[in-house]
Structures are given as structure tokens and as C-alpha cells.
């Protein structure tokens, strides 16, 4: 939030002993910190908090990377959005995915969202090459065994008039290309990939490579659905 590195990167420079607070060298990940009363310097330079705090909703296209920067010079979900703040995309959409993909600098509603105990519903819109078999759609709704354990049971409905190859899937985990590997478990290839909502939040008016500044309500939504709310 302070705009210094990643959150990954504070721990390694936490654990390098980098970083003092009240003038004292801290490198235990798990120590609290007071914004107001405490002074935290990184490498001898103060790190201040952004108040500033942002949250936008960014219609993904497809052929644009979820993370800051690439290695490999591949275009960014960061080349989209023109704004001073540091942001971070909150989860990950793989670069032949498009829709719904929030972004912001609140680092704690971000982590709570992406926990795994939040169990934040996320909806795609799937097309598949070839018609989904009932008894395929029953063992997905139930959960699937894929490399790295079994799905957790989630809802599917079929859209009507597309001979059951576009559905929409209901999931509440996050697992590394989850609903591809799903599909591709029972024989399927999905030809394209669009998340329709996340948190609540959908792409309604947003057209394709757009963003949009969250308004109060959404903002509350979401930190409903982090727990962060409790009315």
C-alpha cells in the first residue's frame, strides 16, 4: 500500500532485515504495525501509507497477462488502466480469458478476498467444443479429481439454445486454471473463457478492454464478502 514493492517482495526484504520499525530491525512477517504511531523505513527511506485507497472493476480482454510486468514484454492488465496509484489485480484471470477483474491498493480486502475461507462466488461463461453430457455436467456440479485434489461441489446451468455447449459455471475456489483443467479432465476444450462476475461484481455497460472506478455500495459489497463488513 505504500507503493514500496509487492507483497511478496516486502517479505523477502522483511527477512533480509531491511526493514525497521520505531528505528528497530523487524523480520518476523507476522509483526503488527500501527500506521499511525509507527514509523516503518525501508532501506533508510520511510515508507508511508496511501490513503488514497482504489478499487476498479477492468473488463479484461483476452492476450493481456493478470500481473504488473512480464518478462517477457507480453502486453498487461496495467497498460489498461491509467491511474497514479499503485494497483495490483486482485486474482488471476490466464491470458486467454477475458472479463470481469478487479484491481486495487487495499492489500487487506484484496488477501481476504482471495482466501480460500472467503469462498468468493466467481462466474464464467464457458463455450465448449462439443456438447456437455448430462452425466458430465452431474460429476462437475459434484466436483471433479484433478492433480492437485478434488474440486469443491459448485453449480452449473446450461444455457438454453446452444445445444449444451455454453454454460455457466459457479465456483467459490481458485484454483490455478481451475475451470479449464475441469473441463479438460472430462474430455472437453473450452474454446472460449469469460468470467462474468466476481464478488458480485459484473461487467454491465463495460465494454471490452474499459475500467471504471468502483462507487461506494460496490465498495461496501465487497468488503461484505470479505468479512471485513459485518452490516
Not at 526484504?13 to 525497521?20: C, F, N, R, T
Not at 516503518?40 to 500481473?67: E, M
Not at 518478462?71 to 498487461?76: I, L
Request: aromatic residues 4%; proline residues 2%; positive net charge.
Amino acid at each position: 500500500m505504500a507503493g514500496v514493492a509487492s507483497r511478496r517482495a516486502a517479505e523477502e526484504l522483511i527477512v533480509a532485515g531491511e526493514v525497521k520499525v520505531n528505528g528497530n530491525v523487524v523480520t518476523d512477517l507476522a509483526t503488527k504495525v500501527h500506521t499511525i504511531n509507527d514509523t516503518v523505513t525501508v532501506n533508510g527511506k520511510r515508507a508511508s501509507v496511501a490513503y488514497n485507497l482504489i478499487y476498479i472493476l477492468l473488463h479484461k480482454p483476452k492476450d493481456y497477462i493478470t500481473t504488473v510486468r512480464d518478462e517477457k514484454g507480453r502486453r498487461t492488465v496495467m497498460q489498461l488502466v491509467n491511474v497514479r496509484e499503485r494497483i495490483y489485480p486482485v486474482g488471476r484471470l490466464d491470458r486467454n480469458t477475458s472479463g470481469v477483474l478487479l484491481l486495487t491498493n487495499d492489500g487487506d480486502l484484496a488477501n481476504k478476498l482471495m482466501h480460500p475461507s472467503s469462498e468468493v462466488i466467481k462466474s464464467y461463461h464457458v463455450t465448449l467444443d462439443k456438447s456437455l453430457d448430462e452425466a458430465h455436467a452431474q460429476k462437475l456440479v459434484n466436483g471433479v479429481y484433478l492433480e492437485d485434489g478434488k474440486t469443491a461441489p459448485c453449480e452449473l446451468d446450461i444455457i438454453p439454445g446452444t445445444k449444451a455447449k455454453n454454460v455457466v459455471l459457479h465456483i467459490h475456489e481458485g484454483k490455478n486454471r481451475q475451470v479449464r483443467r475441469m473441463f479438460e479432465s472430462l474430455g472437453y476444450e473450452i474454446e472460449k473463457l469469460h468470467r462474468t462476475e466476481y464478488a458480485g461484481l459484473t461487467l454491465s455497460g463495460l465494454g471490452r478492454g474499459r475500467w471504471r472506478f468502483l462507487n461506494e455500495k460496490e465498495v461496501k459489497g465487497l468488503r461484505r464478502v470479505a468479512g471485513l463488513l459485518t452490516n
